[in-house]
C-alpha cells in the first residue's frame, strides 16, 4: 500500500509540475512573434540573468520554460550541448549570458539533469558532446 500511495504522489507531482512548465511555456510563446525572438525586456527576464528576488526553484522553473520553448522554436530538434547556453542568449537577446549560479549549479550538465523537461542523449555523428532534447512528456506543445 505504501509503495503505491507514494507512486501515486510521485506521478501527481510530476503532473503539477508539468503543469506549472506549461503554463509558463504558454506566457513564453504568447509573447513570441511568429519565427522572431521576442523583444529585449519581455518574456519571463526582467534583468540581465536571474537574480536576486525569487527562488532558486522558481528561477529553474522559468528556465526551464525557455528551454523547452527555445527547442520547440527550433521544430522540436535537439540542441547540442555546447550551443544551449550561447543560443539560450541569441534567442531571448540578452545581454550576457546566463549564470548558473542563480540557477543554485556550477555546472551545466547538473542543471539539465535535474530539470524533468530536458534529458541528454549521446551525440551521433561520433562527437563526444551529448544532445539536449525534450522529454516525450514535454515534446508536443501543450494544448491550451
Do not use: M, W
Amino acid at each position: 500500500k505504501r509503495a503505491a500511495s507514494e507512486s501515486t504522489t510521485a506521478a501527481s507531482s510530476a503532473a503539477s509540475h508539468a503543469d506549472s512548465v506549461a503554463a509558463l511555456i504558454g506566457k513564453a510563446s504568447s509573447s513570441c512573434a511568429a519565427a522572431a525572438a521576442p523583444a529585449v525586456g519581455q518574456l519571463l527576464h526582467e534583468r540581465h540573468h536571474y537574480g536576486s528576488g525569487s527562488s532558486i526553484p522558481s528561477r529553474r522553473k522559468s528556465f526551464e520554460a525557455e528551454i523547452v520553448a527555445l527547442i520547440r522554436a527550433g521544430g522540436g530538434r535537439a540542441v547540442p550541448f555546447n550551443e544551449l547556453l550561447p543560443r539560450h542568449r541569441t534567442h531571448y537577446q540578452l545581454p550576457e549570458q546566463l549564470r548558473l549560479q542563480d540557477l543554485g549549479c556550477k555546472k551545466l550538465r547538473t542543471l539539465v539533469a535535474a530539470l524533468p523537461a530536458l534529458r541528454l542523449q549521446p551525440q551521433r555523428a561520433g562527437s563526444h558532446l551529448p544532445l539536449v532534447e525534450l522529454t516525450p512528456a514535454f515534446a508536443a506543445p501543450a494544448s491550451a
